[in-house]
């Protein structure tokens, strides 16, 4: 009877087969409202790690590993993740998906090895998607992308000059003398977003080299590379980056490859450009002649007049500068795919932009490469490059010092009825009303930078332990960004100015160079305790920063010739070389609750070599907690299905300026003997970053199956330690040392209203309305009041003493009863932002998009003003509203006349940001045209700064000649007028 126990054996091993047998389900993603197929789709079984995604078709193959029923999480960018159920006797689907108005399914990066789904996110970090960011319009600059799309963030601009030059403060003042501007990480690398000096302050005499009217080095990077921005505006959310997040961090990930056929997508825009806003210049007359000019030059004046009005010569010199229609020309090409182990995106760019004023200009050639590789199953290394070469033509705007080197200096103060233009015999007329001729000027000066730049990032995840129920890996991820920035400045011996020189004939040549390398490895464990799931994370950082600098000017150049050996006086400007080197461990522990309940607490060690004791470290704790309320199961309404309240507490420090802890040495040479003298400031070997705490609250709330959602946040951030210059005894024998002294408060509110106003098979309309304000006091300044930036009380200055904000602005007239004495004429911090974006698709193809943007308040010091009246060409300057006799010109309101409150002006606009319209064809008709060529055409036509309303009286209430600075970035000189870009697209997808 032995077959007995070899029939019971095979008995149960085809039991034991069939209890593990499995079953595969496939089936179609769609969307829900137009029936397009979605690519790239997810599935995964619920509560393990197995999953697929949709193919080029949308279609999908899942195994199961077991005959019992499962659920499916299916969710896909942009869409509303649902959960369906399988069995074996279900193993056929057709998925659609809804259109995620609020996007509560988005993956948010929130700190060096972490993410989180927006839905469990007890922040409020804003999120710009590739779509929200160039899907409108062409953008020259990435975070000229950013205005009016995250709330919290005050832009502005050093001017209209192609190749861009913003500056971006997120939730107030960070900083008095430092950088308030925000980390900037792309692809994890932290990359050098300075405004690097190009030399035009120095040889046009205007002062330091916050005057230089530059760009910031973001302008490199192509915009249309980037697949989202994650903004991180306060310690809360950034305190797990230490040292260098006080005033917020700025995530830029770009596009990756994925899975599927090789596709080519390339892109044309052609544009225009024309000025945003010109002020119109006043007509001269014999009256007004008589009026203006002293006695003694009148009847010179009056020959001038009457010989223009007789060959009808009077030449509106800003339409002849500034109106000048510029061509724009943006051409992309972007390669993707890949398969299961390897997946590719290579793009190309190239950006040609002409200025609207002649000779400027920016191009900029970009090609970059993003590989992910699977090495093993196990183990994963991505791995982009980016390099970019650009070339920016910025000529001669803003603030000057006699040199006459600016452009809207120069026509303040030259009447209509001279013409400065070119002689028939090549030479120009001297400018008898100024020290130049801004015309030959922009024939021959030049201001060029050019920008060789190579930004190398790789990421490696090893899976070191991976189950259905956790998982430990290893994240390892560096980066280097390598800069060099070749600038020129140059006017020739024969312009007006130069030619009354000692020493005619000017060149200023500027290299920098910097290299920033980052390397942070960390351990990612992911487990459950019950029903509560468990992420750790431990890590560590290191940062280097090298930077070297040297300019080199020359003056008495031989004719022709712009070789620094052909100079008669050549000097060495300014040399600087830095070396920084930061350190930092992290820990992160983040708890889930079934999505219930979610909280996270972190701390970070931080240690730098520009700290007065550089192996002190300083710790930067972190904690928060979400609640979503309506995902408990007492929670029974159909109206209200998301509620979330949350609260957040971070800290974080800004870095020491470099050089705080050394006191200078400035070289001499007496009777032939070289030497150094002490500087009259001395450092501090105890000084330490200043630092930012800040309690944010808020709630988030979803309406009608989350078609509409509201988010609101208040905010307290506090900074301290920031650096003063401390007054020293004269006995000391030196003047000032840096001290940490000051402290901040800034408060605000934010809110954000979105959500599908219509939906339907041939239409959907989604709509979206951010509002923020923020206020700030000093609450303590540690040294006596004082006044600073601008050019003086008379034009208008900066108040620094503690219960006021370092915005305020005061001037002339003396008043005592406020410190500092004088009084208050405005604040540079506007009282409220709000902005209005729609996207609007009709009958699967055509799409409309606008975005509107209100600053209410908010005062700029208006120095183009001062320059207009005090030359006599600002439009209307000879009416007399008042009736008094006295023109507009010389007697300008607020009384009493002529103090600076004439120059401090109310900057309140509203500008039509981006306008975009356009048309997808069908997919039938590209293949009746095309067969399986083409596979897809996109046309259309849009808009970019569209229409400004205002009473500002200058060219744009959001430039300023220093607007990289922390505190006086509202001051407006002359500046190049900001432009209005029209433009005609067309991408073709193969």
């Given at each position: 009877?032995?077959?007995?126990?070899?029939?019971?054996?095979?008995?149960?091993?085809?039991?034991?087969?069939?209890?593990?047998?499995?079953?595969?389900?496939?089936?179609?993603?769609?969307?829900?409202?137009?029936?397009?197929?979605?690519?790239?789709?997810?599935?995964?079984?619920?509560?393990?790690?197995?999953?697929?995604?949709?193919?080029?078709?949308?279609?999908?193959?899942?195994?199961?590993?077991?005959?019992?029923?499962?659920?499916?999480?299916?969710?896909?960018?942009?869409?509303?993740?649902?959960?369906?159920?399988?069995?074996?006797?279900?193993?056929?689907?057709?998925?659609?998906?809804?259109?995620?108005?609020?996007?509560l399914d988005e993956v948010v990066v929130t700190g060096l090895a972490s993410s989180v789904k927006r839905s469990n996110l007890a922040n409020a970090v804003s999120t710009v998607s590739a779509r929200d960011l160039t899907g409108t319009t062409t953008i020259q600059t990435a975070d000229g992308a950013l205005y009016g799309k995250v709330a919290g963030a005050t832009?502005?601009?050093?001017?209209?000059?192609?190749?861009?030059?913003?500056?971006?403060?997120?939730?107030?003042?960070?900083?008095?003398?430092?950088?308030?501007?925000?980390?900037?990480?792309?692809?994890?690398?932290?990359?050098?977003?300075?405004?690097?000096?190009?030399?035009?302050?120095?040889?046009?005499?205007?002062?330091?080299?916050?005057?230089?009217?530059?760009?910031?080095?973001?302008?490199?990077?192509?915009?249309?590379?980037?697949?989202?921005?994650?903004?991180?505006?306060?310690?809360?959310?950034?305190?797990?980056?230490?040292?260098?997040?006080?005033?917020?961090?700025?995530?830029?990930?770009?596009?990756?490859?994925?899975?599927?056929?090789?596709?080519?997508?390339?892109?044309?825009?052609?544009?225009?450009?024309?000025?945003?806003?010109?002020?119109?210049?006043?007509?001269?007359?014999?009256?007004?002649?008589?009026?203006?000019?002293?006695?003694?030059?009148?009847?010179?004046?009056?020959?001038?007049?009457?010989?223009?009005?007789?060959?009808?010569?009077?030449?509106?010199?800003?339409?002849?500068?500034?109106?000048?229609?510029?061509?724009?020309?943006?051409?992309?090409i972007n390669i993707s795919g890949g398969d299961d182990k390897t997946k590719f995106f290579v793009s190309g760019n190239i950006t040609s932009e002409d200025g609207t004023i002649k000779r400027t200009g920016f191009d900029r050639y970009s090609i970059r490469a993003n590989i992910d590789h699977k090495i093993a199953p196990w183990i994963k290394l991505g791995v982009?490059?980016?390099?970019?070469?650009?070339?920016?033509?910025?000529?001669?705007?803003?603030?000057?010092?006699?040199?006459?080197?600016?452009?809207?200096?120069?026509?303040?103060?030259?009447?209509?009825?001279?013409?400065?233009?070119?002689?028939?015999?090549?030479?120009?007329?001297?400018?008898?009303?100024?020290?130049?001729?801004?015309?030959?000027?922009?024939?021959?000066?030049?201001?060029?930078?050019?920008?060789?730049?190579?930004?190398?990032?790789?990421?490696?995840?090893?899976?070191?332990?991976?189950?259905?129920?956790?998982?430990?890996?290893?994240?390892?991820?560096?980066?280097?960004?390598?800069?060099?920035?070749?600038?020129?400045?140059?006017?020739?011996?024969?312009?007006?100015?130069?030619?009354?020189?000692?020493?005619?004939?000017?060149?200023?040549?500027?290299?920098?160079?910097?290299?920033?390398?980052?390397?942070?490895?960390?351990?990612?464990?992911?487990?459950?305790?019950?029903?509560?799931?468990?992420?750790?994370?431990?890590?560590?950082?290191?940062?280097?920063?090298?930077?070297?600098?040297?300019?080199?000017?020359?003056?008495?150049?031989?004719?022709?010739?712009?070789?620094?050996?052909?100079?008669?006086?050549?000097?060495?400007?300014?040399?600087?070389?830095?070396?920084?080197?930061?350190?930092?461990?992290?820990?992160?522990?983040?708890?889930?609750?079934?999505?219930?309940?979610?909280?996270?607490?972190?701390?970070?060690?931080?240690?730098?070599?520009?700290?007065?004791?550089?192996?002190?470290?300083?710790?930067?704790?972190?904690?928060?907690?979400?609640?979503?309320?309506?995902?408990?199961?007492?929670?029974?309404?159909?109206?209200?299905?998301?509620?979330?309240?949350?609260?957040?507490?971070?800290?974080?420090?800004?870095?020491?300026?470099?050089?705080?802890?050394?006191?200078?040495?400035?070289?001499?040479?007496?009777?032939?003997?070289?030497?150094?003298?002490?500087?009259?400031?001395?450092?501090?070997?105890?000084?330490?970053?200043?630092?930012?705490?800040?309690?944010?609250?808020?709630?988030?709330?979803?309406?009608?199956?989350?078609?509409?959602?509201?988010?609101?946040?208040?905010?307290?951030?506090?900074?301290?330690?920031?650096?003063?210059?401390?007054?020293?005894?004269?006995?000391?024998?030196?003047?000032?040392?840096?001290?940490?002294?000051?402290?901040?408060?800034?408060?605000?509110?934010?809110?954000?209203?979105?959500?599908?106003?219509?939906?339907?098979?041939?239409?959907?309309?989604?709509?979206?309305?951010?509002?923020?304000?923020?206020?700030?006091?000093?609450?303590?300044?540690?040294?006596?009041?004082?006044?600073?930036?601008?050019?003086?009380?008379?034009?208008?200055?900066?108040?620094?003493?503690?219960?006021?904000?370092?915005?305020?602005?005061?001037?002339?007239?003396?008043?005592?009863?406020?410190?500092?004495?004088?009084?208050?004429?405005?604040?540079?911090?506007?009282?409220?932002?709000?902005?209005?974006?729609?996207?609007?698709?009709?009958?699967?193809?055509?799409?409309?998009?606008?975005?509107?943007?209100?600053?209410?308040?908010?005062?700029?010091?208006?120095?183009?003003?001062?320059?207009?009246?005090?030359?006599?060409?600002?439009?209307?300057?000879?009416?007399?509203?008042?009736?008094?006799?006295?023109?507009?010109?010389?007697?300008?309101?607020?009384?009493?006349?002529?103090?600076?409150?004439?120059?401090?002006?109310?900057?309140?606009?509203?500008?039509?940001?981006e306008i975009g319209l356009y048309y997808t064809i069908p997919r039938e008709t590209i293949t009746q045209w095309f067969g399986g060529t083409v596979q897809g055409i996109k046309v259309g036509s849009s808009a970019n700064n569209a229409f400004m309303f205002t009473k500002y009286p200058g060219y744009d209430p959001e430039t300023s000649t220093f607007g990289a600075?922390?505190?006086?970035?509202?001051?407006?000189?002359?500046?190049?007028?900001?432009?209005?870009?029209?433009?005609?697209?067309?991408?073709?997808?193969?």
């Open positions: 009877m032995i077959y007995k126990p070899l029939l019971t054996l095979v008995f149960l091993i085809l039991s034991i087969g069939i209890s593990q047998a499995q079953y595969t389900v496939t089936g179609n993603v769609s969307d829900e409202r137009t029936g397009e197929t979605l690519i790239g789709a997810s599935l995964l079984i619920k509560g393990t790690t197995s999953g697929t995604i949709t193919d080029l078709d949308g279609n999908f193959t899942l195994p199961i590993p077991n005959s019992n029923g499962v659920e499916l999480v299916i969710s896909s960018i942009g869409y509303n993740s649902i959960t369906l159920k399988v069995s074996p006797s279900q193993t056929t689907l057709n998925i659609t998906l809804k259109q995620d108005a609020t996007n832009i502005r601009s050093n001017g209209g000059a192609p190749g861009g030059g913003m500056s971006i403060q997120l939730r107030g003042i960070s900083s008095l003398t430092g950088a308030s501007q925000p980390l900037i990480i792309v692809d994890g690398v932290y990359i050098n977003n300075s405004f690097q000096s190009t030399g035009r302050a120095a040889v046009s005499g205007a002062g330091g080299s916050n005057q230089d009217d530059g760009s910031n080095r973001l302008a490199d990077l192509n915009p249309a590379d980037i697949e989202n921005i994650e903004v991180l505006k306060g310690p809360s959310a950034a305190a797990i980056y230490g040292t260098r997040a006080n005033a917020g961090v700025i995530i830029i990930t770009t596009k990756r490859g994925v899975e599927g056929r090789t596709t080519v997508s390339l892109s044309q825009d052609v544009g225009f450009a024309n000025p945003l806003n010109l002020l119109g210049v006043d007509n001269w007359s014999e009256e007004k002649i008589n009026f203006f000019f002293p006695e003694q030059t009148r009847a010179q004046e009056l020959e001038r007049f009457r010989a223009a009005q007789a060959s009808n010569t009077f030449i509106d010199y800003e339409d002849y500068f500034y109106n000048n229609q510029a061509t724009l020309l943006n051409t992309r982009s490059s980016n390099y970019i070469n650009s070339s920016t033509d910025r000529g001669f705007t803003g603030n000057q010092n006699n040199s006459g080197a600016s452009i809207g200096y120069s026509i303040a103060y030259t009447p209509n009825y001279y013409d400065l233009r070119r002689n028939a015999d090549g030479t120009y007329p001297t400018n008898p009303y100024f020290s130049e001729n801004p015309v030959a000027v922009t024939d021959f000066g030049e201001n060029n930078s050019s920008v060789n730049r190579f930004i190398q990032a790789f990421t490696l995840d090893i899976d070191i332990l991976k189950t259905d129920k956790h998982f430990l890996k290893a994240q390892i991820a560096g980066g280097l960004d390598f800069l060099n920035n070749a600038t020129e400045v140059y006017l020739p011996e024969f312009l007006q100015f130069q030619s009354s020189q000692a020493n005619p004939g000017d060149i200023f040549v500027g290299r920098q160079e910097s290299l920033n390398t980052n390397f942070q490895a960390a351990l990612v464990y992911n487990w459950n305790v019950g029903r509560v799931n468990m992420n750790s994370q431990a890590g560590m950082v290191r940062l280097d920063f090298q930077n070297h600098s040297l300019f080199n000017r020359g003056r008495g150049l031989v004719p022709g010739q712009k070789n620094l050996k052909q100079a008669a006086v050549q000097e060495i400007n300014s040399e600087f070389e830095s070396e920084v080197q930061e350190a930092g461990i992290f820990l992160q522990q983040e708890m889930n609750f079934e999505d219930k309940i979610i909280g996270t607490l972190g701390i970070r060690w931080d240690k730098s070599s520009l700290n007065g004791n550089p192996n002190e470290f300083f710790a930067f704790p972190r904690a928060s907690m979400a609640v979503n309320i309506a995902n408990f199961d007492f929670w029974n309404s159909s109206a209200i299905t998301l509620l979330k309240p949350r609260i957040a507490y971070g800290e974080t420090a800004g870095p020491v300026p470099f050089g705080s802890t050394y006191t200078p040495l400035g070289g001499t040479n007496i009777g032939g003997l070289l030497g150094s003298t002490v500087a009259t400031s001395i450092g501090n070997t105890a000084i330490i970053p200043e630092t930012a705490s800040e309690l944010e609250f808020g709630v988030d709330v979803g309406l009608f199956n989350n078609r509409f959602s509201l988010e609101a946040t208040y905010y307290i951030k506090n900074t301290q330690n920031n650096i003063q210059n401390l007054n020293l005894a004269p006995s000391t024998g030196v003047n000032t040392t840096p001290s940490n002294e000051a402290e901040l408060s800034n408060k605000g509110i934010e809110l954000g209203l979105s959500g599908t106003i219509l939906e339907k098979s041939n239409i959907r309309w989604f709509s979206r309305v951010l509002f923020w304000k923020n206020t700030i006091e000093m609450t303590r300044l540690g040294i006596p009041t004082y006044l600073s930036g601008g050019f003086g009380s008379g034009l208008g200055t900066f108040l620094y003493a503690e219960g006021y904000s370092p915005t305020t602005i005061v001037g002339t007239p003396a008043d005592p009863s406020v410190p500092g004495g004088f009084t208050v004429w405005g604040d540079a911090q506007p009282d409220f932002n709000l902005s209005f974006s729609n996207s609007i698709s009709l009958y699967k193809g055509i799409e409309l998009s606008f975005l509107i943007d209100w600053r209410k308040g908010g005062s700029n010091i208006n120095l183009t003003s001062f320059l207009n009246d005090g030359g006599g060409t600002t439009n209307g300057w000879f009416d007399d509203d008042n009736g008094d006799g006295i023109p507009n010109g010389r007697q300008r309101e607020p009384e009493p006349y002529n103090n600076a409150g004439r120059w401090i002006q109310d900057a309140s606009f509203v500008k039509v940001r600075q922390a505190v006086q970035n509202n001051v407006d000189i002359a500046p190049y007028p900001t432009s209005r870009r029209i433009f005609f697209h067309l991408t073709l997808d193969f």
